[in-house]
């Protein structure tokens, strides 16, 4: 998850941020966290969300959805999402992700690993 946070005061906003990790560390919805020191470290971050989709190519071919629920519903749409699409193409790779807040969700699927080479052998036998 990438958050941003901006006030018109010109400190406080780390400790904020540090407070809200901690809170989620403890109730174990944080795994891993990382605060930019800079603005140009807070630009690489959104550098590297940006290149989602250039990453992807290389992983692959990936179907790529973009999809409105209730905020309310993203995780559970997310679960039943991922499920129902291991289940029917055994090997894919779901990567959710988008702007939770608006539950706005991109939702993509990128081939099983080896689909193109199962594909090219298939096809050069008769």
Request: charged letters at 25%; zero cysteines.
């Amino acid at each position: 998850m990438l958050i941003e946070l901006s006030s018109q005061s010109r400190t406080g906003l780390r400790e904020v941020m540090e407070d809200i990790l901690a809170q989620g560390l403890e109730r174990g919805l944080v795994q891993d966290a990382t605060i930019a020191d800079s603005l140009d470290q807070g630009k690489m971050f959104w550098r590297i969300r940006e290149l989602f989709g250039e990453v992807q190519r290389h992983e692959g071919g990936s179907i790529k959805h973009d999809v409105s629920v209730p905020v309310a519903a993203v995780p559970s749409f997310i679960k039943e999402a991922s499920e129902a699409v291991t289940k029917l193409i055994p090997g894919a790779r779901p990567l959710p992700f988008g702007h939770l807040g608006d539950g706005n969700i991109h939702y993509n699927v990128t081939q099983p690993l080896g689909a193109d080479k199962r594909r090219t052998s298939r096809a050069g036998t008769t």
